[in-house]
């Protein structure tokens, strides 16, 4: 008979904690600013079916602001949270 392995808890870094504990807080104080899910998806679908044709196929996110923000915003949270700079893309 094989060996079922024991399944480990899983180990939630105290990083990701802590930003849910924030983003908890700012729910309970603010609870207005949670989105609908399907409210959002709803949008996702508008935005898209209003788009040229020619915006589908981009070539180069590259120079996009918002995800230049995106990107600024993510390294800033990786570098905050200690990750090692050569794995913080620039």
């Known amino acids: 008979m094989k060996e079922i392995p024991e399944i480990q808890p899983a180990v939630i870094p105290q990083w990701q904690k802590d930003m849910i504990?924030?983003?908890?807080?700012?729910?309970?104080?603010?609870?207005?600013?949670?989105?609908?899910?399907?409210?959002?998806?709803?949008?996702?679908?508008?935005?898209?079916?209003?788009?040229?044709?020619?915006?589908?196929?981009?070539?180069?996110?590259?120079?996009?602001?918002?995800?230049e923000k995106k990107n600024k915003e993510s390294r800033e949270f990786l570098q905050k949270h200690g990750f090692p700079e050569e794995l913080v893309r620039k």
């Open 21 to 67: 504990d924030e983003r908890l807080a700012e729910y309970y104080k603010n609870p207005e600013i949670a989105l609908d899910w399907d409210d959002v998806m709803k949008e996702i679908e508008a935005e898209d079916n209003d788009m040229d044709i020619k915006d589908k196929h981009i070539k180069s996110y590259e120079n996009d602001p918002l995800l």
